[in-house]
């Protein structure tokens, strides 16, 4: 800052408390708390006024711009929505304690990984905020969803791994180590999209990580937490914790236990599969509804939706497992009835999770008491509901559904209908609940009573019959009479206003009866504060409880839904076991099915047994089906492994660990790649990584570079793929490559068939058997409107390679041209 600037900062004990608040602030746009208003100064007024579409104004030549404390919410959303870090300044001493100016301080800073109470939370999606670094050979992630008080950490040792997790989490912050970002920039990069934090690196120390975790669970040791061995982790887990509490002045008193985890217990999508399968995100905007889970969410709960997007991501290996929910969905479809119960009774429970964590954490306000009171209302009647059916898991669930009676009552007696949103507004609780607040009200709202008594009772003193005694908000209570009048009142009335036509004057009495009425707003003010602390607390005693009765609901939820989606799309139940086997009988596409409106979806068949039918190779031309088909395998595998019913006839899978797919060409340009860079990275991932329980799907190998070059890179990628025993679905336009069922054993050829009729084309989207002789490009070109005269010119050259590839095949005479002119 310049000299001027610092001058200007001396000139008022306020500026110097604004510079104070500046310096915590660290960066942060910084919003300084003055009255009613939250006023930015300087550059950060600027940028304020710009980005909100503000005035600007100055004072003693400071550039300044403020937005409304009430309505301050929405304006932070907006700057923090824009990339901006906000800070809180606000009022940290008690006014009527204060000596002089009331002291300010940094209170919170508001990131995108640390939003509570914000319109840009989703409430069917966590809101991540993620730490990475690396000891040795070992990288740690933690993850806090702070609105959730999810705390959990893992390691790994490939860094793809890492790339893939945090594609899962899709966190909307992350926070390393500068010497973290210059050793994997080209990890970062790839989401560059997530702001990005650096902290120094003597935060992510050992021992002080640990320490701090310790100090914050107040343990001797972390072997408790599953913690043992695991340096990365608590690196990254004691940084996450240090930056939300030290760098940002969030509480976190609330993360009461920290999870370990691992994806060895799930079937691994990696970031290409999520994308290229588009399970929660679509590849095009414009496709917001060709998801799956679009397709599955139909759950009530914003629990049970963020509960769905973690199922669908992290489907399930135990055999076991899956089964118990197959069971569950199998059980709600056929209690329609209880399902219409249950789905009306989640219906009226808000989000439990986030509703304990603003309790814990003291941001609830009375509107969320209530909203708390009235979700545990539906406790006990989902609780009858679910144990009403005969299952093993929905028992397990109900289990942990105690309806807190108690606390129920008490919330319903204390809190009034329709509470406010602010504790500020009062009239929080019901008339009844508390004596003394009650009494305090009597006093405000008896008024008109009184000033009736006593102005009948003035009037017959001084014998003024049209006196009034009124209020506003300005001069308080008073007695008006007219001019004329004012003589006749006693000497003790003080004149407290004169207007043109008339005079009000205020009496011991009424002064008397004034400062009773605004010591009494005052004091029923503060005691419903105090009532709202405690009845708040009491509600905190119970989180422990409420958070695994959310996580019960959350589970019904989700198992509701999938019942409720097998019954609308006539989804059957899979058989899935430990088997080698992928048999799926008359398929179809989930999303594709969900959202077609002109016609009836074409099932088809799979085969795959690991042995003598390890690879399907599929040929035929564009728009025929095979993307499509090959994708649906995918999802039906995702489907049946997450606990759902799949979109078949009949379907036998396998335990499949880890699907790959290679679809589709775009540029990496972010990283200098060009297409067939990006599509040979995508498949080396495949061939190093697959294991004999994979699934790989492959769409278009080898397209990226020249004809011969294609064809032997794609020939060789599926002789390897044939040498393992993972389950493939290749898709190709190089016909050379049915070529491979005549020598290499699990090599079976298919083709998505098509009709000719009168030089047109009729795509059937059926996968049968046999390879295809042509791909029929041309027709497909017409079809996408290309000029006539490049059709029939690309018909003239097709028929002249196709003669050119029948004279190669037959022996040249002595002395014949082997090049066949195009032109």
């Known amino acids: 800052m310049s000299n001027e600037t610092e001058d200007s900062f001396k000139l008022t004990p306020m500026m110097e408390q604004w510079q104070r608040c500046k310096q915590d602030a660290k960066g942060a746009l910084l919003l300084f708390r003055m009255g009613d208003f939250y006023e930015a100064f300087y550059e950060d007024a600027k940028s304020v006024a710009e980005e909100l579409d503000l005035t600007l104004t100055k004072r003693q030549g400071i550039p300044m711009s403020g937005v409304p404390w009430h309505t301050c919410d929405a304006y932070i959303d907006k700057l923090v929505a824009k990339g901006y870090r906000v800070a809180i300044a606000e009022q940290i001493e008690d006014p009527k304690k204060a000596k002089g100016l009331v002291s300010r301080g940094i209170v919170r800073i508001v990131t995108p990984g640390t939003l509570v109470s914000s319109s840009l939370l989703g409430d069917k999606s966590h809101n991540f905020l993620v730490t990475l670094t690396q000891v040795g050979a070992v990288y740690g992630l933690a993850c806090c969803d702070i609105t959730t008080a999810s705390f959990k950490v893992m390691e790994v040792e490939q860094v793809e791994e890492l ?10 912050e992350i926070v390393t180590s500068k010497k973290f970002r210059e050793k994997h920039g080209h990890l970062l990069r790839t989401f560059e999209k997530i702001p990005l934090f650096l902290l120094e690196e003597w935060r992510f120390e050992h021992q002080t990580a640990y320490r701090y975790l310790a100090e914050h669970f107040q343990v001797a040791h972390l072997d408790g ?6 340096p990365a982790a608590i690196n990254a887990a004691g940084a ?5 509490h030290e760098e940002l002045s969030l509480s976190i008193q609330h993360i009461r236990e920290i999870k370990p985890y691992t994806t060895k217990e799930n079937l691994l999508l990696d970031r290409t599969c999520q994308i290229n399968l588009e399970l929660t995100e679509a590849l095009h ?5 060709s998801t799956l889970l679009h397709v599955l969410d139909h759950t009530w709960t914003p629990m049970g939706g963020r509960l769905l997007r973690e199922w669908l991501k992290k489907p399930l290996l135990s055999v076991k497992e899956i089964g118990k929910r197959h069971d569950a969905v199998e059980a709600l479809c056929t209690h329609a009835d209880t399902c219409a119960k249950l789905q009306q009774e989640l219906k009226e429970v808000r989000d439990l999770e986030r509703l304990m964590m603003r309790i814990s954490s003291g941001f609830a306000t009375p509107r969320d008491l209530a909203a708390f009171g009235n979700s545990l209302e539906k406790i006990g009647p989902i609780r009858d509901s679910a144990r009403s059916i005969s299952c ?5 669930c109900a289990s942990k559904l105690v309806p807190l009676n108690e606390l129920t009552d008490q919330l319903k007696k204390a809190l009034a209908d329709e509470p406010p949103v602010r ?15 009650d009494e305090l009200r009597a006093i405000m709202q008896g008024g008109r009573d009184w000033l009736a008594r006593y102005q009948t009772q003035v009037k ?5 019959k049209n006196l009034k005694v009124s209020f506003n908000k300005i001069f308080g209570y008073y007695i008006e009479v007219s001019k004329g009048q004012a003589d006749q009142m006693p000497p003790s009335f003080d004149r407290r206003q004169t207007l043109v036509n008339s005079e009000r004057f205020i009496s011991p009495a009424l002064k008397e009866y004034e400062t009773k009425v605004l010591t009494a707003e005052e004091e029923a003010l503060n005691l419903e504060q105090e009532l709202f602390q405690h009845l708040r607390q009491q509600c905190a005693s119970y989180e422990k409880t409420v958070f695994e009765m959310a996580e019960a609901l959350a589970q019904i939820d989700v198992l509701l839904s999938l019942a409720v989606v097998a019954k609308k799309y006539r989804y059957c139940r899979p058989i899935v076991n430990s088997s080698n086997e992928l048999c799926i009988v008359e398929g179809r596409h989930p999303v594709v099915e969900a959202v077609g409106e002109h016609s009836a979806f074409i099932p088809n068949d799979t085969t795959l047994d690991g042995k003598n039918e390890r690879m399907m190779l599929i040929t035929g031309p564009n728009m025929a089906g095979k993307s499509t088909y090959i994708r649906q395998v995918a999802l039906i595998v995702i489907l049946a492994q997450m606990g759902s019913f799949v979109p078949a006839k009949s379907a036998h899978i396998g335990v499949i660990d880890r699907i790959f797919t290679r679809i589709g060409a775009s540029d990496d340009l972010s990283r200098g790649q060009s297409t067939f860079m990006v599509e040979m990275s995508e498949t080396a991932s495949i061939l190093n990584n697959l294991t004999p329980r994979s699934l790989v799907i492959l769409d278009e190998i080898g397209r990226g570079t020249s004809t011969y070059d294609g064809v032997s890179i794609a020939w060789s990628v599926a002789e390897y793929l044939l040498a393992t025993e993972a389950k493939t679905l290749f898709a190709t336009h190089y016909w050379e490559l049915t070529e491979l069922e005549k020598t290499v054993l699990g090599c079976i050829n298919y083709h998505a068939s098509v009709q000719e009729w009168n030089e047109e084309i009729v795509f059937l989207h059926k996968i049968e058997r046999g390879g295809a002789d042509r791909s029929y490009g041309i027709h497909v070109a017409r079809l996408a409107g290309l000029p006539l005269s490049v059709i029939q010119r ?12 029948e004279t190669a095949r037959r022996p040249k005479k002595e002395g014949q041209e082997s090049q066949l002119s195009l032109f």
């Open 225 to 230: 937490f599953g913690l043992k061995g695991c």
């Open 285 to 289: 905007a414009r496709g917001r509804h």
């Open 392 to 396: 093993e898991l929905l028992f397990q």
């Open 423 to 437: 504790i500020s507004e009062g009239n929080i609780f019901r008339t009844g609940f508390h004596a003394l607040l």
């Open 240 to 244: 996450l914790l240090a930056y939300m």
């Open 794 to 805: 690309a018909s003239t050259i097709l028929k002249k390679l196709e003669a050119r590839k």
């Open 163 to 172: 790339a893939n997790e945090l594609h899962r989490l899709n966190p909307s």
């Open 460 to 464: 017959e003193e001084t014998g003024i």
